[in-house]
């Protein structure tokens, strides 16, 4: 090992102990506290050698922001795997507010503190010199203001143009790793699942993933934000709530049961209706073929026919005939004798 690499790994592991004091002091007493001095007294070294590292304690936040915005996209890793877009969402959404409530006092400072540690945190390295620019631009469109307005819309447009461009680029890349843009990347999982939603006729054709990731993401923030602020917030479980505002966005999954059975129910109906008609119109037939071949009785009663006898009654008809046959007869005289 040369004596340069040996000086880069010693620089390199005392930055690492800055920001770990850092990170420590602003976990435990929060960012307001953090100061290079007490940053020095961590680690025992004078504070002049902290400014061999870090310009200022601005440039030590935008380096936990990022390194804190970098573990909030560690937990989404595991959910981009989800196949449903709608629960991939909810998945991204969970683990969002998880985060939040497990490590607040870097949410604040990411997210709660500075637009420009945000954008530290959104846009690396690159967003956090960009972040200076802006206040230096801001700072000279403040002089420029009073002395020339139009030198300072010039410089307003030169700064929306400048965002436009940035914004263009990464656009045109969607496949940016957490190195190159971790804002975009956290954007860019939910426009993705967003889009699925759209494609599958499940949002609406003119919905914007932009727009909509956007939105999403401030529901989030705001579930966060009034939750470390606000005592009172939520008067339900904290996941209950976090459950009804992603059930707001996304519905409420049916199961799988549920859904075959509402899928099934109208072919049900439909057989069961026609299985109705059908048997209506075969009822006459059906009557037709089974009547017998000979008047029934109550077709000869509206005839005025007399009716035709039962089969069973040939039968007893031949028995009486037989009966009367063997009845012996009464001789003339008894019967005139008889006779009144």
């Known amino acids: 090992m040369g004596i340069a690499e040996r000086k880069n790994r010693q620089k390199q592991a005392l930055r690492e102990r800055i920001l770990d ?14 100061s290079m ?11 002049a050698t902290l400014y061999l590292h870090f310009a200022s304690r601005d440039e ?22 989800v196949a449903d877009p709608a629960e991939r969402l909810k998945g991204l959404g969970r683990a969002y ?3 939040g409530v497990a490590h607040p006092q870097t949410y604040r400072l990411i997210f709660m503190e500075d637009p420009s540690y945000t954008g530290a945190a959104l846009g690396g390295a690159g967003a956090a010199a960009a972040a200076g620019k802006g ?8 002089v420029l203001t009073a002395s020339d307005p139009v030198a300072a819309g010039a410089t307003a447009s030169v700064t929306v143009a400048t965002s436009t461009a940035e914004a263009g680029e990464a656009a045109d890349n969607p496949e940016l790793t957490v190195t190159d843009d971790p804002g975009a990347t956290a954007l ?25 990731a956007e939105a999403f993401w401030a529901t989030l923030h705001g579930v966060v934000a009034l939750h470390l602020t606000c005592p009172v917030f939520p008067t339900a479980p904290l996941d209950t709530v976090v459950g009804v505002a992603l059930d707001a966005w996304l519905g409420t999954p049916q199961p799988a049961e549920q859904v075959d059975q509402e899928t099934a129910q109208p072919r049900r109906v439909a057989g069961t209706a026609g299985d109705r008609k059908k048997t209506h119109a075969e009822a006459p037939a059906d009557s037709q073929s089974a009547a017998p071949a000979e008047p029934t009785q109550a077709a000869e009663l509206a005839s005025g026919s007399s009716p035709s006898p039962a089969p069973s009654s040939d039968k007893s008809a031949k028995a009486s005939s037989k009966a009367s046959a063997k009845k012996p007869r009464t001789p003339a005289s008894k019967r005139k004798a ?3």
Not at 37 to 47: G, H, L, Q, T, V
Request: aromatic share 6%; glycine share 4%; net charge negative.
């Open 37 to 47: 001095r007490k940053i020095a007294d961590a680690i025992e070294y004078s504070p």
């Open 21 to 34: 004091a850092a990170r420590r002091i602003v976990m435990r007493e929060g960012f307001a506290a953090l």
């Open 135 to 142: 206040k230096a631009l801001a700072n000279d469109e403040a």
């Open 338 to 340: 008889a006779t009144p």
């Open 97 to 99: 507010v998880a985060f």
């Open 188 to 212: 860019h999982l939910m426009n993705t699942a967003i889009e699925e939603l759209k494609a599958a006729g499940r949002l609406p054709a003119s919905t914007d993933p932009a727009v909509w």
């Open 60 to 81: 030590i936040a935008h380096a936990l922001c990022a390194e804190g915005y970098a573990q909030l996209l560690e937990t989404f890793v595991p959910l981009t795997g």
